[in-house]
């Protein structure tokens, strides 16, 4: 006589559901949709967190994670299926886009983002911050205009306006500099003036506003957390958690601050802090007594017991990652994790291989070479 595990059978029910799917999703547009308000390099296509929000589904009462969650695809797709969420990310650009992105629109938003425009047309020459190699990135004149908007901006009392009125500056920020494009960090040459500067600001403002009134949430209920993954403890977590949706970042693949670096100047947040705690950044690899994979099996030990001790039992965790290549040896991620994530007690449930769509630019990174990953679920 068989006996059949009912934990078994769950096991077989989600590799089922998850096999329904096909997880390339080459049809993916976000070109106009709320993911597409502000750029963030290894974002998700919506439809990977969204679909595993709809198949593996949580426990009432229990709330989305993601750790790692950039510009807030998992939050988003949490809120539309009306889960509350948890993100947590190390960058503050980060949390502004995963904030703005989730908050109900400012009522004002539109109204204020004229009248910054206005006063800072109006305004008497603004003293510009102090930020190393500025003079490099900008031009003095555009420089001047971000001083000058940027101070109208930080008298904004309500939060939510102010908040999505840095999140415009920083959307357009590379636009407006000399820096080639968001993935290529040489200074060429560009045609902008203080007028076609403000227009820019005041058309990713309407943009934004456009976007935000047709995205249509079933709960506003989300906690955005500015903080070094690995200095949280489970007592920092408001409410269980049923569902993890995450991508961590790869050893050796991306720089997210690096990524964010003068958008951080601009705000008044240090780079180089969010440098030296970031997971993965190509620049802990390339140093005296540089870093190696045993350091991101360590510290992606340390994420999956706490993910353990905040996740409800039989609660999933999903994690979507590819391969990196430290100094010419390739890293299997998804092995190292899934044999962590064992040691750690979890068990797997599905390991799904994907193709990366050759349009997103910025995994085409000819160091990393990353062409697939793999979304890999397993359960307390
Ligand atoms: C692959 S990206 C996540 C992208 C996200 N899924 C999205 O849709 O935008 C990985 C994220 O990990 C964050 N990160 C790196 N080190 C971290 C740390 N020590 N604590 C918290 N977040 C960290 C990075 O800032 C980056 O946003």
């Known amino acids: 006589m068989f006996c059949i595990s009912a934990k078994l059978l769950q096991m077989v029910a989600i590799e089922d559901k998850l096999s329904q799917v096909n997880w ?14 502000h750029p963030y390099p290894a974002k998700f296509i919506p439809e990977i967190p969204r679909n595993l929000i709809r198949l593996i589904g949580l426990p009432p ?44 629109p400012p009522a004002d938003f539109l109204d204020s983002s004229i009248s910054v425009v206005e006063q800072a047309k109006k305004s008497k020459r603004t003293a510009v911050p102090k930020i190393s190699n500025l003079d490099h990135w900008f031009q003095r004149d555009i420089q001047e205009a971000i001083a000058r908007l940027l101070t109208q901006v930080d008298h904004i009392k309500n939060a939510s306006t102010k908040d999505a009125l840095y999140l415009s500056l920083s959307s357009i920020l590379v636009r407006v500099s000399n820096q080639e494009s968001d993935t290529r960090y040489a200074a060429v040459h560009k045609k902008v003036d203080r007028e ?7 058309n990713t403002a309407a943009r934004l506003t456009a976007i935000k009134a047709l995205n249509k ?18 007592m920092d977590f408001p409410h269980s958690v049923g569902l993890v949706v995450t991508s961590p970042p790869y050893p050796n693949a ?34 005296k007594n540089h870093q190696t994979e045993h350091d991101f099996r360590r510290q992606m030990r340390n994420v999956l017991e706490l993910l353990w001790a905040v996740i409800v039992k039989g609660g999933c965790i999903c994690i979507i990652i590819g391969r990196s290549i430290i100094h010419g ?10 044999e962590i994530a064992g040691e750690v007690g979890f068990t797997s449930v599905g390991n799904i291989s994907r193709q990366i769509s050759s349009s997103r630019k910025t995994f085409n990174l000819s160091h990393a070479n990353i062409k697939t990953e793999n979304i890999l679920v397993f359960r307390k």
């Open 24 to 37: 390339d999703f080459p049809d993916s547009d976000t070109k106009e949709n709320i993911n597409s308000i």
């Open 61 to 104: 009462g229990t709330c989305v994670l993601d750790p790692f969650c950039g510009s807030g695809a998992t939050l988003v797709e949490a809120q539309m299926a009306g889960f509350p969420a948890i993100g947590i990310d190390l960058n503050p650009i980060a949390c502004l886009i995963s904030q703005v992105k989730t908050r109900p």
């Open 196 to 202: 076609s500067f403000y227009a820019l600001f005041l």
């Open 217 to 234: 949430p079933k709960t506003n209920e989300v906690e955005i957390a500015c903080k070094n993954i690995l200095e949280v403890t489970p």
């Open 254 to 287: 991306y720089e997210y601050w690096l990524y964010h670096k003068y958008r951080m100047f601009w705000l008044g947040y240090d780079p180089i802090q969010v440098k030296n705690q970031e997971i993965g950044a190509r620049a802990h690899y390339f140093k």
């Open 329 to 338: 040896r390739t890293i299997d991620n998804a092995s190292m994790l899934t």
